[in-house]
Structure formats: C-alpha cells, structure tokens
C-alpha cells in the first residue's frame, strides 16, 4: 500500500508540475531575435521547445534590465538571453545549449575614426558605450581593469547613435547571423556616418534560469527537452531559416 500511496503521490506532483505555466522575460530590444512588439526567433524557439516539451509559456516582454533583475529576485523562473559572468554563480543555470553565438563587434564614427584596432590598443582613456546589464565576453570585460571606461546606454541601437554624434570614440554590440552589424546600423538610422571598426571575441547566449524561483530548475529541465526534440525534428532549423530569410 505504501509503495502504491508513493505512486499516486508521484502521478499527482507530476501532473502539477506539467500544468505549471513557466514564466519567463523577453528581451525588448533584441532586434531579430526579440523585440518590444514580442515576436523575434529567440521568442519563437523558446515558445516551439516549451510547445515540444508539452508545457505552457509566458513571456513578458520587457527591458533586458528589468528581467534580468526579476530573474535574479526569482520573480520570474528565467529570462533571455543571457551569457556567463562571475555574478550569476548560484542565480543562474543555463540551457544546456545557447540560443545563438555573438561576437563583440566594436564601431567607429566614420568622420571621427578610432585608432585602436583591436582589444589591445584601447587604452585607458577610450569610453566605450556598453548596454546597461549585458554580459560582455571577459576579454571586453578586462578592460575594465586597465582603466577603461563603460558608458551604460538602453539599447545597441541608442549607443549607435550616440557614437554617430561622437559622444564616445566607440560602443561594442554583440552581433551574430540574424543580427548583423548592417542590420544594427541601418535601424539605428546611422549608415554613412558609423562602421565596423574590429570584432573581438565570441560568447554564448542562453536562456537563464533563476535559481532562487520556485520552478526554475523545472523551466530548465522542460526547455532543454524541448529543445532537443525541435532541434531533431527540424522545427529549430525552420524557424532559423525563416528569420534568416527576413534578414536579406
């Protein structure tokens, strides 16, 4: 009788568990992969691997500030997306897989050309315009410690348009296959007047779960099965290709 109890006790938790809605922040200003009106791929993935993995999602679109602040509170069981630094150790656990890989991408004013053509030669009187609460890669990261000074702004698209203006010699913005640096100049309307200057160094970017929600490790659990089961039945590649397509 007891092992049966067990059973039932078991069945019944699980079924809570399932019916359980995962509440997770969006970022708004994410570009292809996120934005304020709530559609990009990284929303769509998120939805199509929780769909998978049979459990229902929320996302609340939001300031990548806000959710990251709320996910560490554990007001929501996650957010994205994110990438690793010494902060979130024992906040955060991360999908087993990353949403997409970006690299750090500085820009230059076109009329005002920036001297440094790498990590290397920015030196510690360069302010480089950085998003209020976005992980950068650790190598952008140590400049920091040789003096050099972050300038916190809302969005990469705002901070191109402050370095169009030359209130800074450079902003760094993490770019990948949907959200290229062509693309990030064009909507920030500043095409002429800003460009590449060099790319620095890769991180991953994953969607976090907070340690300190009550159905954050849960959200984890069902958004890494999910994810393998779209990733293998081609739902992942599609939703890739369709964004990619709107990309061109």
Not at 67 to 92: Q, Y
Not at 202 to 222: C, E, I, R, T, Y
């Amino acid at each position: 009788m007891l092992k049966f109890a067990q059973l039932i006790f078991l069945f019944l938790f699980s079924s809570v568990a399932i019916a359980t809605t995962i509440e997770l922040g969006a970022e708004d200003a994410a570009g292809p992969w996120g934005d304020k009106d709530g559609n990009g791929a990284g929303n769509e993935i998120v939805k199509a691997s929780y769909k998978a993995a049979g459990i229902d999602v929320k996302l609340n679109i939001l300031s990548y500030a806000k959710a990251k602040a709320m996910t560490l509170e554990g007001k929501l069981a996650g957010c994205f997306s994110m990438a690793w630094e010494s902060g979130l150790e024992g906040k955060v656990i991360f999908a087993k897989e990353p949403l997409y890989t970006p690299s750090a991408v500085f820009f230059k004013n076109i009329k005002h050309p920036l001297k440094a053509k790498n990590l290397e030669q920015i030196s510690e009187n360069y302010v480089i315009g950085t998003v209020i609460d976005y992980e950068y890669p650790e190598a952008v990261v140590a400049l920091k410690k040789r003096g050099v000074k972050f300038e916190d702004g809302y969005s990469e698209e705002a901070n191109l348009k402050k370095l169009s203006q030359n209130r800074y010699p450079t902003t760094v913005a993490m770019i990948d296959e949907l959200k290229s640096a062509d693309l990030l100049i064009q909507k920030a309307g500043v095409k002429g007047s800003v460009d590449v200057a060099f790319v620095a160094s890769k991180q991953g970017s994953f969607v976090g779960f907070s340690l300190n929600h009550p159905d954050g490790k849960l959200a984890k659990a069902k958004f890494d099965e999910g994810y393998a089961l779209i990733k293998k039945n081609g739902t992942l590649e599609k939703i890739l290709q369709k964004w990619r397509a709107k990309q061109k």
